[in-house]
């Protein structure tokens, strides 16, 4: 065993630099690793949420090992910043947006913390914004009849809503008349049960859309993870040569999870994406939990949609921020 106590001191500073960069370099090595072959797995995948702060790191890491000019470190520091930020960096650019020539509609999307939700702060921001679509998560029933109370029958007069007390409620709200309306029930076993309000919306000028107000397991701890990945796989695919399809909510998972990855490949795009915003946090810490921000409330929309603006909104009480996309549709 050699120790460095008993070497040159340039040769143990050498070292001590060398096994520093390596301390540093290779976690975020591993990362990359882990994200690309896509081992959301266990303890991973909440894990996996935090990525696009670990591809911050591993552009220090890079420094430093450059710095101390310890080029073997540097070189697998150099692979894992191309790797996270080759994956994490295209949701800060703006994508070009598809050729829609129909109405303009904004949807706004909010989890209201198993009602505890400022309704008031809500109605104002449907008020405020011009708010044709909502999609309401945690949604209980004094949580409706707060919304009522403040107007929200009158802005918003066409619904399909389950609400229910705790977490497990949904809501869809219109503007203009819902038709083939339903209840979807996340069957995870082991999972929180979350329910899944949807609706055809009329749009007048476009085709009709059909809108689901989104909300997965959370992945909470290691035995709700197979729920989490059940309900997320059963999520309805997007139909690129079908009807328009809209889902909004709390997919509890980013853009680092592989079972989102998938959704998205069946025709959807992610509104945040899509407009350079997809790095903004939508949960954390704002219930007073000591963890950065995480993307995990999404908009998705078919590949016919446009995108034209997408901004995360602040509600007192609830430990989400509400998303609001502004879409352009197909003319039919």
């Not at 945690?138 to 399909?160: I, K, N, S, V």
């Not at 229910?164 to 995870?188: E, F, K």
Request: aromatic residues 6%; hydrophobic residues 45%.
């Amino acid at each position: 065993m050699i120790v460095t106590a008993d070497l040159p001191a340039p040769t143990r500073r050498r070292l001590i630099r060398t096994a520093l960069c390596w301390v540093v370099v290779g976690p975020t090595a591993a990362w990359a690793a882990v994200r690309l072959a896509g081992l959301d797995r266990g303890p991973l995948v909440q894990a996996l949420a935090f990525t696009p702060y670990v591809a911050g790191v591993s552009v220090l890491a890079l420094g430093l090992s450059v710095a101390l000019r310890r080029w073997w470190p540097a070189a697998v520091a150099a692979l894992a910043v191309v790797a996270l930020l080759g994956v994490v960096a295209p949701r800060a650019l703006a994508a070009p947006q598809p050729t829609a020539t129909g109405p303009t509609i904004r949807l706004l999307t909010a989890n209201l913390l198993a009602g505890a939700a400022d309704a008031s702060a809500l109605v104002e921001l449907v008020r405020r914004h011009r708010v044709d679509v909502l999609a309401v998560q945690e949604f209980t029933p004094d949580a409706q009849a707060a919304l009522d109370r403040l107007g929200l029958d009158r802005l918003l007069p066409h619904r399909q809503l389950n609400a229910q007390d705790g977490t497990p409620g949904s809501g869809l709200y219109s503007r203009w008349p819902i038709s083939d309306v339903g209840i979807r029930h996340n069957r995870g076993q082991g999972g929180w049960g979350f329910s899944q309000a949807y609706g055809t919306v009329a749009v007048p000028g476009a085709p009709p859309v059909r809108v689901e107000s989104a909300h997965p397991s959370a992945p909470s701890a290691l035995d709700q993870v197979e729920a989490w990945r059940t309900d997320l796989t059963a999520q309805p695919p997007a139909t690129p040569d079908g009807e328009l399809r809209i889902l909004a909510g709390d997919f509890n998972a980013t853009l680092d999870h592989g079972p989102l990855r998938a959704l998205l490949r069946t025709g959807y795009v992610d509104a945040a994406d899509a407009t350079g915003k997809g790095l903004t946090g939508t949960w954390g810490p704002y219930d007073g939990d000591l963890i950065p921000p995480v993307t995990i409330d999404h908009v998705l929309v078919d590949r016919r949609i446009a995108v034209n603006e997408l901004k995360v909104l602040p509600l007192p009480k609830s430990d989400h921020r509400p998303v609001l996309a502004t879409l352009r549709l197909p003319a039919p």
